[in-house]
């Protein structure tokens, strides 16, 4: 089987995690993905964990976001790495970029001057804040459009300072506006011939992904504070939250208070009703908690179920990766890298039937495409010697 997307290629300038994340999930799903990277590759290779840890010589964030790609390396400020770029985008269907505003305009690569030559190119622009208004020259990272956005002040217990999401939550969803803007973008090719300029940013992704709540903050006159207790969510009632067993913890989600009474024996909470199961919540997550921490985690959780009670076992990344739904759904893969040896990393989500995405390549060496990019470009021996002679690629 072949991927979805099998037949288009994009040119990819994007570094950190943002773009090549969104151009990796495209590669999964079959498109040729030919990453331009600086003389020397793209800074995010040499990030390494707090404490310096990496993998076998290589960034683990790097890794995460950057396999089903091959590589090359291009001086684009000299004028022979711009031809070469300028040759590999007029194969390319799609081109994606998440430089600061201006910067493709310098290297003279903007939609513009991209369209004179490829009038019927995706050109996929993603940036913080997008590519006008007063933040636009900002350096845009997740932390701190998780600040801007008002996530840090929902997250934790009333009274906490404002606290983060712990992983690249705007990242992720910045980079599935991208592909999923570039997929619109292509199928409106596909029926009218026209390219067209996207434009994703993170704000806006920021934004997006508290839809619901900002449609209450917006629109409902109450002031919710974060639960003293631990309710999960600001909007939610008891007993939406996770809650400490004897050996862990279970998270217990929307459910009416009476059959969960039953399974704890605890008549007197089943004897709330809305309003109550809002207003009285930190009482009731406190009872509720003071019986489940009695309680084995395997035991409770199998209790739960049985009643149809929206539960989870509260797992940690090693716990999560051991889980028998996520070794079913395969979702842990292991990659073989030939010089710095096998790593993990998650899969690719979602299936289709016909053209299922898949880790086809590899994260590559910086530069190890080179010369085969530049034939597909139709350069010869002699071209290759002098563009790395002259420093424009690497040997």
Not at 362 to 369: D, I, K, L, V
Request: proline letters at 6%; glycine letters at 8%; aromatic letters at 6%.
């Amino acid at each position: 089987m072949t991927g979805a997307l099998d037949g288009i290629t994009i040119a990819d300038f994007t570094t950190a995690h943002q773009g090549p994340w969104a151009t990796q999930k495209l590669g999964e799903m079959g498109a040729e993905v030919v990453k331009i990277e600086r003389p020397g590759g793209e800074w995010s290779r040499d990030l390494t964990t707090g404490g310096g840890y990496d993998i076998n010589g290589m960034s683990p964030f790097w890794l995460s976001a950057n396999r089903n790609k091959r590589s090359i390396t291009l001086d684009l400020k000299m004028d022979e790495g711009h031809e070469v770029a300028m040759d590999i985008i007029e194969r390319a269907d799609v081109l994606v970029e998440n430089f600061r505003p201006g910067v493709m305009d310098r290297l003279d690569l903007d939609y513009e001057t991209v369209r004179d030559t490829s009038p019927d190119i995706v050109y996929v622009s993603a940036s913080g804040f997008g590519s006008d208004g007063p933040y636009a020259d900002r350096p845009g990272q997740d932390l701190l459009m998780q600040a801007i956005s008002g996530i840090t002040t929902s997250v934790g217990h009333k009274g906490d300072p404002p606290t983060a999401v712990p992983f690249p939550v705007i990242d992720g969803h910045s980079a599935m506006q991208i592909v999923s803007n570039t997929l619109a973008a292509l199928f409106h090719r596909e029926r009218t011939g026209e390219g067209q300029k996207v434009e994703v940013n993170l704000l806006d992704s920021a934004l997006d992904t508290q839809c619901q709540a900002f449609t209450v903050e917006l629109n409902i006159d109450y002031e919710y504070e974060r639960s003293d207790a631990g309710i999960a969510q600001k909007y939610s009632d008891a007993p939406y939250g996770l809650y400490e067993t004897a050996n862990g913890y279970v998270a217990i989600a929307m459910t009416p208070m009476e059959p969960l009474a039953e399974v704890l024996n605890l008549p007197e909470i089943g004897e709330y009703e809305s309003p109550e199961t809002f207003t009285e919540r930190d009482e009731i997550k406190r009872t509720i908690e003071a019986r489940t921490c009695e309680l084995e985690t395997d035991d409770l959780l199998e209790d739960l179920l049985a009643a149809d009670i929206w539960a989870a076992r509260v797992n940690d990344f090693e716990a999560a990766a051991a889980d028998p739904q996520v070794e079913r759904n395969g979702m842990i893969v292991e990659v073989e890298h030939p010089h710095e040896g096998t790593f993990q990393t998650t899969g690719a989500p979602g299936s289709l039937s016909e053209s299922p995405s898949a880790v086809q390549r590899r994260p590559p060496r910086a530069g190890e495409h080179t010369e085969a990019i530049l034939r597909e470009c139709g350069y010869g021996d002699p071209q290759i010697r002098s563009l790395a002679e002259e420093g424009v690629t690497e040997k």
